[in-house]
């Protein structure tokens, strides 16, 4: 296929197993993780945790990608083919989880789609992405997708610019991210306070840059529906070398309650974030036992 999924418009050649884009993925999707997952939001996690699908590839490409190596290609995941992709979405829904959470999945959105089609999960299908996604591409999820749990990353084109290579990143994610309000309207949650259908935004807050987050966080307020929830999150850990301003070290307190003042100013509804989270210890293992028996015979 010729390529133009994301918002990036490549126009690469993509074959089953090679891709000349930006995300440089073929077509088939490649997994390097299927497992339970305790470590979401409390509406997603719940106590059964979210059985997540993590996707090879990227097309943005954070310089600190806390995946880096299946988002920056370093390390190589299990191809399948769309009935072997529903046939694995039905073995992590079989661990007895809240939802299936497709994490980075819009590259190869057709053959997730399909897998879809061949067979809808019983739990909420949850699409956890960069938020770089073009309106089309979330209308194209209808019926098949519940809950969007998309970051919205950057403010100021400068800043896309030196930490994804995209400086049309807010624009364009602001606008993808009403679509999915759009698609799922107001949050759903069930009995036990579990998200079963909307639209929660993620917000990372990185170090020298709180008033990016605070422009974010009013741009929630003011252009998406009242009531959308916010994962304020104070997560960075300087995992990838890069010598740009503030990257090297973590969020301080000050910064996050900055961020976090602004959230409860602008009546935001949502999550924060303790502060041991900034840890590597929270980053996925990838290509594990675990996953690799979901894997067998598939």
């Known amino acids: 296929m010729i390529c133009n999924l994301c918002p990036r418009h490549c126009n690469a050649l993509r074959t089953g197993n090679l891709g000349e884009g930006i995300c440089r993925m073929g077509t088939l999707p490649e997994v ?6 305790m470590w979401e939001e409390p509406c997603i996690s719940g106590t059964k945790g979210s059985g997540t699908v993590f996707f090879n590839g990227c097309a943005l490409g954070c310089v600190f990608c806390q995946n880096a190596p299946i988002s920056h290609g370093s390390l190589a995941g299990r191809r399948f083919t769309p009935a072997a992709l529903s046939e694995l979405f039905t073995r992590v829904e079989g661990l007895g989880v809240h939802n299936l959470n497709l994490v980075n999945p819009t590259h190869f959105a ?9 067979r809808k999960p019983r739990v909420p299908v949850v699409w956890n992405s960069s938020g770089y996604e073009t309106p089309a591409m979330i209308r194209a999820t209808a019926g098949l997708v519940d809950v969007f749990l998309p970051d919205l990353k950057y403010a100021k084109a400068s800043t896309a610019q030196a930490l994804a290579n995209a400086p049309d990143y807010y624009p364009v994610a ?22 079963l259908r909307g639209t929660l935004v993620r917000h990372l ?11 974010i966080l009013q741009a929630i307020a003011e252009k998406l529906p009242k009531g959308t ?24 307190a000050r910064e996050y309650a900055r961020a976090k003042e602004a959230m409860q100013a602008l009546a935001l509804e949502g999550y924060l974030q303790a502060k041991d989270a900034a840890t590597a210890a929270f980053t996925p293992a990838f290509m594990d036992a675990e996953s ?4 067998e015979g598939l």
């Open 32 to 37: 390097a993780r299927a497992a339970r997952h």
């Open 110 to 118: 057709p053959a997730i789609l399909e897998a879809l089609r061949i």
């Open 174 to 195: 602001l606008e993808a991210i009403a679509a999915m309000c759009a698609l799922t309207g107001a949050p759903h949650y069930d009995a036990e306070g579990m998200l």
């Open 205 to 215: 807050v990185l170090p020298l840059r709180v008033d990016e987050s605070i422009t």
């Open 229 to 252: 929830p916010v994962s304020l999150m104070r997560q960075y850990t300087p995992i990838m070398g890069t010598g740009l301003p503030g990257l090297d070290r973590r969020l301080t």
């Open 292 to 295: 690799v028996r979901l894997f």
